[in-house]
């Protein structure tokens, strides 16, 4: 059963500072990997997509990286801003489920 | 286009009341999706809908029932509300499951049974 786990639960970080999130998943026969953004009382943005064949996407000033072997994503964060402050979540799509499986999400806070 | 709407954005229910959910899209998506997110759980697919007139059980279906009777609209309904379902509900479509698609969220409707 795939399992996604994040780490850390929540960061806090001064404004302008580069920072990673973690994304870790237990079974590697994923179709993607996908982040997504939650502002409070919020649906779901979502941010990047990496399909299994990938090694990263980027936009703007997020990159997302998959290693798949390792069962592990990253988000690199350039320049952070009090505007990115929000809950991060990443899922993976299960390559035989067809199913999201969500991690519970980092809180963000960038302090100005 | 609007992309993915919820109705109602809130609601109380007692334990033992009934109530329908709608969620509506104007993407024309094949695929959709109810999760619940709960604190510390993340989101859980409770049912999710491959086309119109089809249904399928997520990972926690048990205390719902969901109808996809027009491919724009999937209905989640509480037959017998518990206090264990308040929870905050989204719904969310794709255009292909497996596809370069991603899947798009409606605002939630958040849901609390005394």
């Known amino acids: 059963k795939q399992e996604v786990t994040q780490i850390p639960a929540a960061l806090s970080v001064p404004e302008g500072e580069n920072l990673v999130l973690n994304c870790s998943f237990t079974?590697?026969?994923?179709?993607?990997l996908q982040w997504f953004r939650q502002d409070p009382g919020k649906g779901l943005t979502s941010l990047l997509l990496?399909?299994?064949?990938?090694r990263e996407q980027t936009s703007g000033r997020l990159n997302a990286s998959l290693d798949k072997s390792s069962g592990r994503s990253t988000l690199y964060i350039a320049a952070s801003q009090p505007g990115d402050s929000a809950t991060y979540l990443c899922?993976?799509?299960?390559?035989?489920?067809?199913?999201?499986?969500f991690g519970t999400g980092t809180l963000l806070a960038v302090q100005p | 286009n609007a992309g993915v709407t919820q109705t109602p954005k809130f609601r109380v229910l007692k334990t033992g009341q009934s109530m329908t959910l709608l969620c509506a899209q104007d993407?024309?998506?094949?695929?959709m999706y109810w999760y619940r997110q709960d604190p510390g759980m993340g989101l859980r697919l409770i049912h999710y809908?491959?086309?119109?007139?089809?249904?399928a059980k997520g990972e926690v279906p048990d205390g719902y029932n969901v109808s996809r009777l027009k491919k724009q609209n999937f209905l989640l309904g509480l037959e017998s509300a518990a206090p264990s379902q308040t929870s905050v509900y989204f719904c969310?479509?794709?255009?292909?499951?497996?596809?370069?698609?991603?899947?798009?969220f409606g605002p939630g409707t958040r849901l609390t049974v005394l």
């Open positions: 969310a479509s794709s255009d292909l499951a497996g596809g370069p698609d991603t899947q798009y």
């Open positions: 079974d590697s026969a994923i179709y993607n």
């Open positions: 809908s491959v086309g119109e007139g089809t249904t």
């Open positions: 899922a993976a799509l299960g390559g035989a489920t067809n199913k999201l499986i």
């Open positions: 990496i399909q299994s064949s990938q």
């Open positions: 993407m024309n998506h094949e695929y």
